[in-house]
């Protein structure tokens, strides 16, 4: 099943997650799904779980840590291991960006249309509210939200 496909099942499917860890291991499942060129927007207030999310994601995947936040950095770009790769998932390159402070003119200044969608690259975008007119209408968008101190809602959705 292709993963646009598997995205399909979990549309408008609402998670609860109790914990940074569980927020993580969702991310780990998701990764599973990947099969390289999706672009996932990460939606969500501040602190409500998007980078632990990727985080989990990214262990997923086998990428070597730390994981940290690109809020300063803009973006960061992970390389896959080849030997360690997942099998079905052939990917070179994964960006992470942190769109909270910048345009869409200054993603594509980034390079954004060089990589997005590439089969060989994933791309997650926080706070991809901000550079909208970029993302393809292909795009998976996952929503965060705050329930209260210790549970988060997460929203698997298509705009």
């Not at 099943?1 to 609860?16: D, P, Q, W, Y």
């Not at 390079?111 to 901000?130: H, R, S, T, Y």
Request: glycine share 8%; net charge positive; hydrophobic share 40%.
């Amino acid at each position: 099943m292709c993963f646009f496909g598997f995205f399909a099942t979990l549309s408008n499917m609402k998670i609860i997650s109790t914990s940074a860890a569980q927020t993580k291991k969702i991310g780990q499942l998701l990764a599973e799904q990947l099969r390289g060129g999706e672009i996932i927007c990460l939606s969500g207030d501040l602190g409500a779980g998007k980078t632990t999310f990727t985080q989990g994601l990214l262990k997923g995947l086998k990428i070597k840590g730390p994981y940290t936040s690109p809020t300063f950095a803009i973006m960061k770009e992970y390389k896959i291991n080849l030997k360690f790769q997942i099998s079905n998932l052939k990917l070179s390159s994964v960006y992470h960006i942190d769109a909270y402070r910048i345009s869409s003119k200054d993603l594509r200044a980034l390079g954004f249309g060089d990589f997005a969608g590439q089969k060989n690259c994933l791309v997650i975008i926080e706070w991809p509210e901000k550079v909208k007119s970029l993302i393809p209408t292909n795009a998976v968008w996952i929503n965060f939200k705050w329930l209260n101190e210790k549970e988060r809602e997460i929203t698997f959705d298509t705009k």
